[in-house]
C-alpha cells in the first residue's frame, strides 16, 4: 500500500505562483513516472505535467513555459512550480505515481486532490 499526501494548494492571484508536491510513503518498491493532472468544474481530467525516472519532462502546452516539475527521487516526492498563473489554471490538482512492488505489478496510485484557485 501507498500513501500520496499532498500539499501547496491555495487561492493566488493571477500572475502568482505556487509550489506543489506530493511525496509518497508506504510500501514503495520502484516508483517509475510521476505527474500532476488536473481538473475543472465541467472539464475532463487532463495531464499538466509527468515525468520519467530519468528526469524527462512532458507538459500540456497550455501551461508549458510556465509550469516545473521535478522529483527528488531520494524522498519519494514529486513537486509542481506554478508560475505565472491564470485564471484558467484553477482546478483540483491530483498527484499521480507509478510504482513497481515486489511482486512486479505495476500500480497507479493517485492523490485526494487539493484546490488550486486562481482570481482574476
Known amino acids: 500500500q501507498v500513501q500520496l499526501v499532498e500539499s501547496g494548494g491555495g487561492l493566488v492571484q493571477a500572475g502568482g505562483s505556487l509550489r506543489l508536491s506530493c511525496a509518497a510513503s508506504?510500501?514503495?518498491?520502484?516508483?517509475?513516472?510521476m505527474g500532476w493532472y488536473r481538473q475543472a468544474p465541467g472539464k475532463q481530467r487532463e495531464l499538466v505535467a509527468a515525468?520519467?525516472?530519468?528526469?524527462?519532462?512532458n507538459y500540456a502546452g497550455s501551461v508549458k513555459g510556465r509550469f516545473t516539475i521535478s522529483r527528488d527521487n531520494a524522498k519519494n516526492t514529486v513537486y509542481l512550480q506554478m508560475n505565472s498563473l491564470k485564471p484558467e489554471d484553477t482546478a483540483v490538482y491530483y498527484c499521480?505515481?507509478?510504482?513497481?512492488?515486489?511482486?512486479?505489478?505495476?500500480?497507479?496510485?493517485w492523490g485526494q486532490g487539493t484546490q488550486v484557485t486562481v482570481s482574476s
Open positions: 499521480n505515481i507509478e510504482n513497481r512492488g515486489s511482486n512486479s505489478y505495476l500500480i497507479n496510485y
Open positions: 508506504g510500501s514503495i518498491g520502484s516508483i517509475n513516472a
Open positions: 515525468i520519467n525516472r530519468g528526469g524527462t519532462t
